[in-house]
């Protein structure tokens, strides 16, 4: 499984989004790999524009499986927000909350992001 970023969720739901990673967020549908978790879902929810992407949404709802964010991956999550800040490096607290999850899970995540480059590895 492959916990999709919302860097890649919106070139999905979007008709005009870059089609190199609305075929990458493809691939990962049709073989049945792809996933998300709570902060993502937040994410897209308040981007919606259009009643077409809130049906999508709600679609994806039924379908997708969700990896929980816990009091395991909140710990983990707050480690890797230190750790981050003593290696000078910054990033969004969803970015760092979704990272921790899927770092909890054992799980990639797919991006457009270049935070997830570091806070994968750190």
Request: net charge negative.
């Amino acid at each position: 499984m492959t916990i999709i970023d919302t860097s890649l969720w919106v070139h999905q739901l979007r008709r005009q989004g870059d089609a190199k990673k609305r075929a990458k967020v493809e691939e990962l549908l049709l073989a049945g790999e792809a996933a998300w978790c709570a902060p993502i879902r937040l994410e897209l929810w308040r981007g919606v524009g259009t009643e077409k992407e809130a049906r999508v949404l709600r679609e994806y709802e039924q379908v997708l499986p969700e990896y929980s964010v816990g009091e395991e991956v909140w710990e983990q999550a707050c480690e890797l927000a230190h750790r981050c800040r003593r290696a000078g490096k910054t990033a969004p607290f969803a970015d760092i909350l979704i990272a921790a999850c899927a770092r909890h899970h054992k799980v990639e995540v797919a991006h457009d992001d270049a935070h997830f480059d570091f806070l994968m590895v750190i």
